[in-house]
Every structure is written in C-alpha cells, then in structure tokens.
C-alpha cells in the first residue's frame, strides 16, 4: 500500500509538471467549434469559433435550403466569419466544416430574412416554390398591424397603409438585430465556455471511479482471508 | 481535433469503432490490477484536464492528447482510462459526441498503446536523451497516428468530410511537435527520478 501511494504521488509531482507545461504552451482553454449566425437586412451573416479562441479561417461554409440541397458555398474570411444574401428568403441551415472533423450547423428561419429589400409583394410563385417555409409578411404582420394604424395619429392621405407597416415592422426588426445582437453572442460565448466547476467535477468523478475500483478490490482481497 | 462530434459519421464507421473500443476497453479492464488503479486514474485525470486546454492553430485548433505518454506509462491500460477521459468530457463540455465515443476511443487510445507498447523494450534500454528521444518519437507517431485514424473514419463516413490535408499538417505537425517535447520530458524524468512507475522502468522487472 506503501508502494502504491508513492507511485501515486510521484504520478501527482509528474501530473503537475505536465499541467503547468501545458499551461504554458496552451493559453486558452477548450476545444470545439460553434456557430454564431444573425441576419442583417436579409443578409445571413456570422462566424464560426472554437471554444476557448481561434476562429476557423479560410474554411468551407455551405448554406443549404429547407430540401437539404446545397443552394451557396463559400469560404470564411480571417476572423472565421461569413456572408451572403439569399435570393430570397427562405429557411437556410449554414454548416461551417473546419475541415478536420470539426463541424457546426445552424439555421436562420425566413421570418428573419424578411424586409423591404424584398419584392414587397410575395408573388404566389414563391409561395408555390417552398411550401415548407411559409412566407413571413402573413404570419408576421396579423400580429403588428393591427395596433399599427392605432398608434399612429391620423394620416396625411396617399400613404399606403399596408408599406408603411411593413417599414416600421422592418425597422423595428433591424433595430432589435443590432441591439440583440452583443446578447446573443454573449449567450453563444458563454454557453460554450469551459467552467471550472465542470473541470473539477470531472476529476472528481475519476477519483470516485478509482475509490470505488480499489474498494471492490480490498473487499475482493480480504473475503478469502475472513473465511478461515 | 480527435473529438468527432455526433452525426458526422456513418452507422457502420461507429458500430465499427465502438465494437473495437468495447474489446479494447474489456482487453484493458482485464489487466487492471489493483496497484495500477491509481496510476491510471491520475493519468485518466491528466488527460481529462488536458485536453480541455487547446491552442489555436491557424485555421483549426488543438489540444494536447498525451496518448503516446498514455500508451508508454499505463499500457493497454490506457484504453480505459482515455475512455473515462472522454466520456466526461462528452458529457460535461459536449466535446465529442457520446455515440462517437467509440471511434473517438479507437483514434486517440489505439495509436498511443500500440506504439508504446511497441517501444517498451527500447525504452527499457535506452537511458536520459536517448530514452527521451524514443518517447517523443513514440508521442508525435501517436498524434500523426491519431490524425490518420479521424481522417479515416471521417473519410469512410461520407467523401464531404475528408479533412483537408492543409488544415490537418497545419495542425497537426505543431502538435506532434509540442506532444514529443512533454512525454520526452516526463518520461526521461521518471527514468531518472522513479523508474518503478514505469512498466519497464527497471532491468529485468515485468508488467
């Protein structure tokens, strides 16, 4: 048992210099790749970055449609970011592949695509050629417009109604982008962050496996010794 | 790198590796003798720590896996200890998919034991430098070992997600490198300092 615990604590004085050799080279921590994804003014626009730092630069981004079919692809500038305005908008899942292994995906709903920079009349050949993402300005507004017409002060005529609440709403969503946005990669960052509750809580869990298997192992050893 | 995530690789890829880790991990229960439960768990904890802390390197990044110092130190028994590893870090930090824990085991675990289980006679014969050199040259084998392991299953799952050999020497040459330094390090330091901790460490001593 001797033996046992000075091998023990030599392999803790070797656990400590590898740490601290690793802690040296290595200054962040973590290691997996997440997706930051946003839209701006129908633009799809975001980057991809490992946890812990490092972004993947100069990798395959490929954005593909409500189908699975791949309608864009493109490579991610220095900061891992990217770019692209759609057609028009639709429900697309951008897939950033670090080329390694690493691999992340998310989606971005058409509603968030939508805006004036649109046709601003959905022509029922869109609406015909993706059923599965329904066009936003129908589900969207019912919501907004009633209470827009109630909140503005009686109209100088010639406006039309219907532009103007598109515009406001468009406005609206912009604004709400822009503040929203430190937020949400915040949350990203933050859902991804290595916490050292975590770390120790591992550790734990070893030395628990390792206390329970030379448990087993006493009790294992002594029953024979008992019987006589 | 090593941490292939859920949903990227194909049925027969993961059966495949999970049916390989599941032998390995029997092959290396097996031998776990009481005496080497300590050892193993620390090393398992080393290795659950490390690879938490990765560098970023160019268009990827990395993380030190210690597999070569691994297989050297605890042998076959590394297996079950880098599984543990990897099975909280799938857990806790969503590093790594737990149905690809399988071939995550096969790729990071079978390099390094094969290697050093391979270099052990060396090893036990050689001394200070020289004994060094062996482990750092058996630690970067591992990593390159490693590299190919990941770029098989991804390749064998589907041709989209070959790693791009760029992004993998960018990588993965650095880290060889960096991997090779420590277990040199350590290695030649336990010769030195306690060479009973490992297998071979005295003349004549076995297991």
New interface residues.
């Given amino acids: 048992m001797i ?2 615990r000075a ?2 604590r ?3 004085v ?2 400590l ?3 601290t ?3 040296g ?8 790749l997440k997706l930051f994804l946003t839209t701006e003014a129908g633009e799809i626009a975001g980057y991809a970055f ?10 395959d981004y490929i954005v593909a449609d409500a189908a699975g079919r791949e309608v864009h692809r493109g490579r991610t500038d220095e900061h891992g970011a990217f770019r692209w305005r759609p057609v028009s908008p639709a429900d697309y899942a951008v897939t950033v ?8 995906s998310g989606t971005v709903t058409a509603d968030r695509l939508a805006g004036p920079a649109w046709p601003t009349e959905p022509t029922s050949a869109d609406r015909a050629e993706k059923p599965a993402s329904p066009p936003p300005e129908p589900t969207a507004t019912p919501a907004t417009a009633p209470a827009t017409p109630a909140a503005t002060p009686p109209r100088p005529s010639g406006i039309d109604e219907d532009a103007l609440a598109r515009l406001v709403e468009y406005r609206v969503d912009a604004a709400l982008e822009r503040r929203l946005r430190p937020l949400e990669e915040a949350y990203e960052r933050a859902e991804g962050r ?1 916490r050292f509750n ?2 120790m ?3 734990g ?3 628990g ?2 206390g329970a ?2 448990w087993a ?2 009790r294992r ?1 002594r029953d024979p010794e008992e019987k006589p | 790198m090593a941490h292939i995530p859920d949903g990227v690789l194909s049925l027969p890829v993961l059966l495949g590796g999970g049916a390989l880790a599941a032998g390995g991990l029997a092959l290396g229960l097996s031998r776990l003798d009481e005496r080497d439960i300590p050892a193993t768990a620390i090393l398992a904890a080393v290795f659950f720590v490390v690879s938490l802390v990765s560098v970023p390197l160019g268009p990827s990044s990395a993380h030190l896996l210690l597999s070569g110092l691994m297989g050297i130190v605890l042998g076959v028994k590394a297996i079950p200890a880098i599984f543990v590893g990897l099975l909280l870090q799938a857990v806790f930090f969503g590093f790594g998919g737990l149905t690809s824990l399988g071939v995550d085991v096969v790729d990071i675990a079978f390099p390094g034991v094969i290697l050093g289980t391979l270099a052990a006679p060396l090893l036990a014969r050689s001394e200070g430098f020289l004994a060094a050199v062996v482990a750092g040259a058996v630690a970067a084998t591992a990593v390159v070992g490693t590299l190919a392991c990941v770029a098989l299953a991804l390749a064998l799952s589907s041709a989209d997600y070959l790693p791009s050999l760029r992004v993998v020497v960018l990588t993965g040459l650095p880290l060889a490198v960096v991997e090779a330094v420590v277990t040199g390090f350590v290695v030649a330091y336990l010769k030195r300092v306690k060479p009973e901790i490992l297998p071979f460490g005295v003349a004549g001593a076995t297991g």
């Fill in positions: 033996a046992v091998l023990a030599r392999l803790a070797a656990t210099v590898v740490a050799i690793a802690a080279v290595a200054p962040a921590a973590a290691h997996r490992f946890v812990g730092g490092g972004r993947p630069d100069g990798v592949n670090a080329g390694d292994g690493h691999w992340v290595l975590d770390v809580g591992g550790i869990m070893i030395v496996l390792a298997a030379l192992s006493s050893r």
